[in-house]
């Protein structure tokens, strides 16, 4: 070594030691007079630092604070998980009444190998952010001071616990102050020090001897390189032993050696790589099993294909009592009534025809779904209703399928199957009447389905079509059940007055499907959609009441009425596929009752920053058209109970909205096997994430809350 | 030379492949499994093997007298408490210094009896394990790391002396000493419920 450096280097160790000694007695005096000007505080081994990003800070608003370790040279400061020994810094807060400072935040960690152990920790400089809140009604211009009690484990080859007590006074204004320059700088390194979210699926694998970890290379930025995992939570692995990371296709992968408890702790950690200039770090939440590849059937993945048929059957059976199925169930009960009591043939044709349409139907949506996915296009059950076009459409149909019903206008029994009791509308009527059964169910996501569908459209394309045609069986299952066997004819009513006063009275139920459609246009493309579908619907009335009057005519004027006709459905028709122009209307807050809990929107950042923060986090995963999620919202997820236990937990509530696309969210659906909403996912601090089912209730909520309380 | 060049490269892919398999087995001490063989000499020059202290139940303790959590233990007087329950139950209790010559915590064995009598602490032996083989063989990582090993000889646990990773004395209060529930569950005939925990402390001083 160069004499000169040596020598600086005593020096460096000298000349600090000695400016400690007389900084801590001066402070240790100022202590006494005034402690709120300990800041900086300099210990043996450590410089403690607390520092605000801007120059004033304005009520109701928030601000970052830094707290800065410089650390000596050849020593470190530690990560959440230490690694194999050692500690992560803590802080204490002294604050005026109201005021509210988030948790220390980690940048991701170096590796620090000790002989042959291995810490997760930071050398040199350890900056950790706070995020502190003022309330509202903070009078503007009163200073804020606070006190932070910091404590932080500083080692080399040996550990010294040290600690500081720290004073800052914050300015404080109307409106924020601007960005103090002189720790700009540092505020913007720390902040892209701090792990982000990844985009895509990493997958852990957990067999007895190894931990295989994947992540996808497209979840990552281009080019980068070098990877290392860091685990959240001591135990999963070994935390010294080597990482193998290796390209494999379109995966980076790295068998991990597997920690004392690698089995039960969680799988959640920090993969850091080197992209450009320097590292980044991305937060990984591996799904548990490895995603089953196409061609195989999984042994152990989710559900498993007998259930997930099961719940597609139970699924397609709780369709028929949607409102927006119930109304066409019902009337092609009663069309069998009309002549059920005739022959058992014909009932049989009826029953078969209308299951053939309705599986028809099925498989067609399954083909394109499928098609879809092989393109690689994101979709799921509800994706069409992400379409305004496709909403508007609907909204059409269940309109002129109420007016039908209540008898304002007549359709060709062929063409609805509805209603007419003619022999004209045998089988093929029945077959298109299944189909409209089935077309009329797309709004509705019954219970089960969602798990059973998510699960179906990751196997190969046939297992996949295996549960569309099951869910589309359970949907014709009522039905055909009613036709075949003798016995429930017996149990249907007589014919008689009474099945055209319940056929007018089941024309409401789908208007009211009709007024709900209308209000998601109204949540994805805002009034003015609104104006446009409403006009169509007046201008397809209007057609359809013009042919209803030539109807009995003959000549031209019979000709003009079905041009009106025509030309009203088509003008309807452009009305509503021009919605699509209108899409990407800002996100609309819609009315919660006041004391419902806070939600805020969903984004991966504040995910990830919450878990980092060992906050709780609930995730809901909710749209508009899904009628599912909003009676969740109501029943389970609105009460002031729930919303104290929140604060209480100091939970963060995340509502990711999907009514319109939103590739961020089909990404998280998916990393948790669903291809549509509703999806409840709790994430509780050093347990893995649960998924909470489909239909909510309050107690649910409460009782994956509060485990040991529930388990009680 | 060309002659030997194979047998030479086949044999070191062989001891290589041995000493992997070797690293493997000594690298994962396993609760439920038989405690990895150890001999170790203690401070009087008294050897002390796994295998000859078969029928007696056996707690390990790794220690380092200069570490801030050890020291945490010891000033509070949790550390001695633990160990006279422990030996008047039965348990041998051997504390292990696997701090190699010139790190922190090495220390020549009339120093460590010193140690042992100033701290009035009650082991049943002071192993110096400078080399640190009993250490790695155990796959001990902090001062203080525990392991607790019944009369059969098998680990029933390993881990933390509580739960409160801290270096504050205060906190030996309120805590849940782990080992002294390993303690209770194991006479009572049962499993002990959290066999692995985090250990927390100091790294061991290789």
């Given amino acids: 070594m160069n004499p000169r450096l040596r020598m600086a280097g005593a020096w460096s160790f000298a000349l600090p030691r000695l400016a400690l000694w007389a900084a801590l007695m001066t402070l240790a005096c100022v202590a006494w007079s005034a402690p709120a000007l300990a800041n900086p505080v300099a210990t043996e081994n450590v410089t403690a630092r607390l520092l605000v990003e801007r120059k004033a800070v304005a009520p109701g608003g928030s601000v970052d604070l830094a707290l800065v370790l410089d650390i000596r040279r050849g020593w470190h400061t530690y990560w959440e998980n230490p690694g194999d020994s050692g500690e992560p810094p803590r802080i204490d807060w002294t604050l005026p009444e109201g005021v509210h400072a988030g948790p220390l935040r980690f ?26 809140e003022l309330p509202a009604d903070w009078p503007a211009g009163e200073p804020v001071a606070l006190t932070a009690d910091a404590s932080w484990l500083v080692c080399e080859d040996i550990c010294i616990p040290e600690g500081a007590r720290l004073a800052l006074t914050l300015p404080t204004a109307e409106h924020a102050g601007p960005a103090d320059l002189a720790v700009a700088d540092l505020f913007e390194t720390a902040r892209e020090g701090l792990p982000r979210p990844l985009r895509g699926a990493a997958r852990l694998e957990r067999v007895p001897d190894s931990l295989g970890l994947s992540v996808p290379v497209t979840a990552l930025p281009p080019g980068a390189g070098s990877p290392w995992f860091f685990a959240a939570e001591w135990g999963l692995i070994d935390h010294a032993a080597a990482q193998d990371w290796r390209l494999d296709g379109a995966d980076w ?18 993969l850091a790589v080197r992209a450009g200039d320097g590292r980044s770090a991305y937060y990984l939440d591996p799904v548990p099993a490895p995603l089953p590849a196409t061609g195989a059937v999984p042994a152990e993945s989710g559900l498993g294909l007998p ?10 059976l709780t369709l028929n009592l949607m409102p927006c199925v119930f109304p066409v169930l019902a009337m092609k009960v009663l069309h069998l009534t009309g002549h059920g009591r005739a022959e058992r043939r014909e009932r049989l044709m009826q029953g078969l025809a209308y299951t053939g349409g309705v599986l028809a139907f099925f498989a067609l949506v399954a083909g394109l779904l499928l098609a879809l996915r092989a393109g690689g296009g994101a979709v799921g059950w509800g994706y069409q209703l992400q379409y305004p076009p496709f909403v508007a459409l609907m909204a059409y149909l269940f309109f002129i399928l109420g007016l039908s019903l209540a008898g304002a206008v007549t359709l060709g029994a062929r063409l609805m199957g509805l209603g007419a009791a003619g022999p004209s509308s045998g089988a093929p009527g029945a077959f298109v009447t299944g189909g409209l059964a089935a077309l009329v169910a797309a709004p509705c996501t019954a219970p089960f389905m969602g798990a059973a569908l998510g699960y179906g459209l990751t196997l190969p394309w046939y297992w996949a079509l295996a549960v569309m045609l099951t869910l589309g069986f359970g949907l014709a299952l009522p039905f055909l059940l009613l036709a075949l066997v ?26 009211a499907t009709a007024v709900w459609l209308v209000w998601v246009l109204a949540v994805q493309v805002g009034p003015d959609g609104v104006a446009a579908v409403l006009a169509g619907a007046v201008l397809l009335a209007l057609g359809l009441w013009a042919r209803e009057r030539t109807l009995g005519a003959s000549g031209w ?44 929107p969903f984004s991966g950042e504040r995910l990830a920053d919450a878990r980092a923060a060992r906050r709780p986090v609930l ?11 909003l009676v969740n919202e109501r029943v389970a997820l609105s009460s002031p109970r729930i919303a104290g236990e929140f604060s209480a937990h100091e939970l963060l509530y995340l509502k990711g909205d999907w009514t319109n696309r939103d590739p961020e969210i089909t990404a998280y659906l998916e990393r948790y096997g669903r291809t549509g909403v509703p999806l409840y996912v709790l994430y509780l601090p050093g347990r893995d994430p649960q998924v909470l089912p489909q239909i909510l209730t309050e107690g649910i909520v409460l009782a994956a809350l509060d485990p040991v309380a529930g388990a009680d | ?113 010193e140690l042992t009598a100033s701290r009035a602490a009650a082991p049943s032996a002071v192993l110096i394990d400078e080399a640190g083989t009993i250490g790695r063989a155990y796959d001990a990582r902090t001062t203080p790391h525990m392991y607790v090993i019944d009369a059969e000889g098998r680990l029933r646990y390993m881990g933390a002396i509580d739960d409160r990773p801290t270096t504050d004395p205060a906190d030996v209060a309120g805590a849940i000493n782990y080992v002294r529930a390993a303690m209770t569950e194991l006479s009572a005939g049962a499993e002990v419920p959290q066999a692995v925990t985090r250990p927390y402390g100091c790294s061991v001083k290789y």
């Fill in chain 1, 307 to 316: 259930l997930a048929l099961l719940f597609a059957l139970i699924g397609g």
């Fill in chain 1, 619 to 629: 995730v809901n995963m909710t749209a508009a058209w899904c009628i599912t999620c």
């Fill in chain 1, 557 to 600: 004027r019979r000709m003009l009425g079905t041009g009106a006709a025509v030309a009203a459905l088509v003008a309807g028709l452009v009305l509503g596929i021009r919605l699509d122009e209108m899409q990407e209307a800002p996100a609309v807050a819609r009315a919660q009752p006041a004391d419902a809990p806070v939600a805020e």
């Fill in chain 1, 253 to 270: 992968v790295a068998t991990l050696t597997p920690g004392p408890m690698a089995a039960t702790a969680s799988a959640a950690g920090v």
């Fill in chain 1, 486 to 511: 003798p016995a429930a004819a017996r149990f249907l009513p007589r014919p008689g007055s009474w099945m055209e006063t319940l056929k007018q009275f089941l024309a409401f139920p789908l208007f």
């Fill in chain 1, 107 to 132: 940048p991701h960690p170096e590796l620090i190998r000790v002989g042959p152990l291995a810490n997760y920790g930071y050398t040199g400089q350890a900056v950790h952010l706070i995020r502190l």
């Fill in chain 2, 1 to 113: 030379m060309k002659r030997y060049a194979r047998p030479t490269a086949l044999s070191g892919a062989l001891l290589l492949a041995a000493a992997l398999a070797a690293g493997t087995l000594a690298a994962a001490p396993q609760v439920g499994q038989p405690a990895p063989p150890f001999s170790g000499v203690d401070t009087t020059g008294k050897t002390w093997s796994l295998a000859e202290l078969k029928g007696q139940p056996v707690i390990l303790e790794w220690t380092n007298h200069d570490c801030p959590y050890v020291r945490k233990h010891y000033d509070a007087g949790n550390m001695q408490a633990l160990q006279k329950e422990a030996t008047g139950q039965g348990y041998v209790w051997l504390s292990v210094i696997s701090s190699a010559p010139g790190k922190q915590g090495h220390v020549p064995p009339a120093k460590a009896d």
